[in-house]
């Protein structure tokens, strides 16, 4: 059982560029997120889905996009890098109505 | 919106000794859940232990512990017997309505053998 896998683990940008995280699990789960990890400031989410074809926009959502064509994939595009967008990222998935959510391992991203 | 706030950037302990991480919440709610995350230096976030508010007892998972205090919105987490490894980022955080998660800035644990 892979639970939340995220690749890649780590990814370098120039400013401008664009990028798709991904982010897949394969445990069924209804919810799928995207957080960032900011020195300071802990997890902030980005953007959530609580079902295929169902999105919406978190704390910190400009300069990301997102969709859910599938219950197991929740990619995370970033349009035009910059470099306040350099951080940790974190996907997290968990069901419907429970309250424990498993993330995955991370992606280390880096805009110069 | 909820705010979770951690007052302590940074908490030392000496192995076998015991320390406790506070944590204190914004909420208008009156049924919600709390958490602490483990975050070891290899960056994956581990559920340490989790409170639902409606449950007067504290949560305990072997040696960690909680002291929930609903009507003072704390929460802060209990470590007994310390090792070495548990040095970690710990990460306070609640769960709001849509299994959306907000976090505390966290706290660095040091263990001292």
């Known amino acids: 059982n892979a639970g939340v896998t995220q690749t890649p683990k780590f990814q370098v940008l120039k400013t401008g560029q664009s990028m798709t995280l991904q982010c897949a699990q394969d445990?069924?789960?209804?919810?799928m997120s995207w957080y960032r990890q900011d020195p300071g400031m802990g997890l902030r989410l980005i953007h959530y889905?609580?079902?295929?074809?169902?999105?919406d926009q978190g704390e910190v959502p400009n300069g990301y996009n997102v969709s859910r064509s599938t219950t197991e994939d929740f990619p995370l595009r970033l349009l035009s890098a910059a470099p306040s967008q350099t951080s940790v990222y974190f996907c997290?998935?968990?069901?419907?109505?429970?309250?424990?959510?498993?993330f995955g391992a991370g992606t280390r991203l880096s805009v110069l | 919106a909820q705010t979770v706030t951690q007052s302590q950037p940074e908490m030392s302990v000496q192995e076998a000794e015991t320390v406790t991480l506070s944590c204190t919440y914004d909420?208008?709610?009156?049924?919600?859940?709390l958490f602490w995350y483990k975050q070891p230096p290899s960056r994956q976030m581990i559920l340490v232990i989790r409170?639902?508010?409606?449950?007067?007892q504290n949560a305990t998972e072997n040696r960690f512990s909680v002291n929930f205090q609903k009507a003072a919105k704390s929460f802060s987490l209990k470590i007994s017997d310390s090792q070495l490894g548990d040095a970690a980022m710990y990460f306070c955080?609640?769960?709001?309505?849509?299994?959306?998660?907000?976090f505390g800035a966290g706290t660095i644990l040091r263990v001292k053998s």
């Open positions: 955080a609640y769960l709001e309505y849509g299994n959306k998660l907000v």
């Open positions: 409170q639902e508010a409606y449950k007067q």
């Open positions: 997290a998935s968990s069901y419907r109505g429970r309250n424990i959510q498993y």
């Open positions: 889905s609580v079902g295929a074809g169902i999105t």
């Open positions: 445990m069924n789960h209804e919810y």
């Open positions: 909420t208008s709610e009156s049924d919600y859940y």
